[in-house]
């Protein structure tokens, strides 16, 4: 797929976190990058966890701001000294853009958008400091039930090839069966929380705990 092509397929992912109730509310430009490009942004981000051949990626950049948790209190004739002000840091984090791999098929372009858009929805949701099993796995959680929405969407209609059923269940497979441990061993422990506990319970859990329930 080429960056046009890619639009309305972008939007249908969005609109398929939006059913889930977990909307994106930044504007977040995608991108389908060439391998040299990925490859270049990939060694630029230094907390990005992946396998030795990147598809996709998620760009984020955090701002930590100071917050101010109360006043200095003032006491008459006493001078007021600034630095006893308690403050936390607060971090803020701002999706700068979505990078995928020029030229893969529809529904591959697909899954891993959606995977990327879920590291994009965990930021700005506030979710920190995931071990990468849990935030690996949460995202390719999501790559799997878009593809089987597509698959299930496209199983009535004859707009759906038999070349693009196979190609979904193969995906699917791929996702399912993956030997990695953080991608592969991720997905199944996500999954099976999911069946048990539902998404959003499972995601309120990740985000309370920073683990799976
Ligand atoms: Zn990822």
């Known amino acids: 797929m080429n960056n046009i092509e ?3 397929l972008y939007m249908d992912i969005q609109e398929f976190f939006e059913g889930l109730e977990m909307g994106v509310e930044q504007q977040i430009p995608l991108l389908l990058v060439e391998r040299d490009a990925l490859n270049e942004a990939v060694k630029r981000e230094k907390n990005h966890h992946h396998d030795s051949l990147t598809i996709g990626m998620c760009l984020c950049e955090a701002h930590v701001i100071r917050t101010v948790v109360s006043k200095p209190r ?41 995977h990327e858009l879920m590291h994009a929805w965990l930021r700005l949701n506030g979710y920190k400091g995931l ?8 995202c390719q959680v999501m790559a799997h039930k878009w593809l089987e929405s597509e698959l299930l969407a496209g199983s009535g209609s004859s707009s759906f090839s038999e070349f693009e059923r196979k190609l979904a269940e193969f995906h699917i497979r791929l996702i399912e069966k993956n030997p990695s441990r953080v991608y592969g061993g991720g997905f199944r422990a996500a999954k099976a929380a999911v069946n048990r506990y539902g998404l959003r319970r499972t995601l309120e859990h990740i985000k309370r705990a920073g683990d799976l329930p």
């Open 6 to 8: 890619c639009q309305p």
């Open 131 to 138: 071990e990468p099993e849990v935030e690996e796995g949460i």
């Open 74 to 114: 003032t006491k008459t004739g006493r001078r007021i000294s600034i630095i006893t002000v308690p403050y936390q840091l607060e971090q803020h984090w701002h999706v700068t853009a979505i990078l995928v791999l020029y030229g893969l098929p529809r529904l591959f372009t697909g899954s891993i958008l959606a």
